[in-house]
């Protein structure tokens, strides 16, 4: 799995002109997942951004976490994450997963985050989504399962 994760003061995605997910502070995350994901995968994932520490302390250092800030979480699927992009000028997409298994993983990605005790809202999968955002910092952070960057 692959995760673009942004921290956001608000975040709010929208399809046909309709707003069907937003949050207040918090955290932005585009999901990818891969045909080679698993279930090691998935919980990795979810550890990792929800304890990821990228929120500012009473220092103003990045020292605090999700679940410590109380915050948000807005989950959009993204398959391009996956695209490879090293040969030619047309990404490749073979390394996503097909539909049924991404949409799955999807799935549970975000119920795994509402076990966890926070609010999430969430894209709406294959669907064309306008997606608005105000960065906090800016900070964005990539994270990989597989651990390949």
Sequence with gaps: MRACIQRVSQASVSVEGECVGEIRAGL???????????????RYMVDKIVQLRIFRDDDG??????????????VVSQFTLL????KGRRPSFVAAAPPEKANDYYQRFV??????GIQVATGQFRA???VS?????????????????
Excluded: Q, W, Y
């Design 111 to 116: 119920d795994a985050i509402r076990e966890e």
């Design 28 to 42: 932005l995350v585009f999901l990818g997942v891969s045909h080679e994901d698993s279930d090691a995968d998935l």
């Design 61 to 74: 250092k990045m020292n605090r976490s999700l679940k410590d800030t109380a915050g948000e979480i807005l």
């Design 83 to 86: 695209g490879d992009c090293r």
């Design 133 to 149: 955002l105000v960065n906090d910092g800016p900070v964005t952070m990539l994270v990989d399962s597989r651990k390949s960057f």
């Design 128 to 130: 064309m989504m306008d």
